[in-house]
């Protein structure tokens, strides 16, 4: 069984999270999301396989993959075709707002 720990800020505190087989440890609420989070949270939303939206996007599957498991970053460009394709403003996949 492997273990992993990431850091994250949740409103202004700081908590360990611990993930043990996909699945958030008890009692922690975590109310935040990263870009590739809203990326693939959306995607299944539109019930876009990872090849669809990369074609809408016309990017490649590869980049959807790294930028949803958060081992690329976007480039501002990118962030623009991604959004287009899924038919939000591109501030809505960097910040969560809009």
Known sequence: MTLACS???VTS???WTRYSNASIVQGMQDTTETFGQRV???RLLQAYSQRDLAARAGISEAAIIRIERETHTA???TVRKIARALG???VQLTTGDG
């Open 7 to 9: 850091l994250r800020v």
């Open 13 to 15: 505190s700081v908590y």
């Open 40 to 42: 693939r949270r959306l």
């Open 88 to 90: 939000v403003r591109p």
């Open 75 to 77: 480039r501002p460009s």
